[in-house]
């Protein structure tokens, strides 16, 4: 698997487990995966932003919430802006 998108529409609440399932590294002798989010409720885009302020080479939210396309089958692009 090399593309993975999470729907996270139905996600009022995430802490520290989900940080780890979305920036899972890949594992060695594994192709790159491309990850992206959709759905982002208030709560979880708090935490994904507070984690890239805190430490942004671990937390690129850029590649995660606006990673190389856009999502097919609805669901936008999220970006970072203070909104």
Not at 16 to 44: C, D, E, K, S
Not at 46 to 60: D, K, V, Y
Request: aromatic content about 6%; charged content about 20%; some cysteine.
């Amino acid at each position: 698997m090399t593309d993975l998108r999470w729907d996270l529409n139905h996600t009022c609440f995430m802490d520290i487990a989900g940080l780890h399932l979305l920036f899972a590294p890949t594992p060695p002798g594994h192709p790159y995966r491309r990850i992206t989010v959709t759905g982002l409720r208030p709560q979880p885009l708090r935490l994904l932003r507070l984690a890239a302020e805190t430490n942004p080479a671990t937390f690129p939210l850029d590649r995660l919430l606006c990673g190389a396309s856009k999502p097919s089958g609805g669901g936008e692009c999220r970006r970072l802006g203070n909104s």
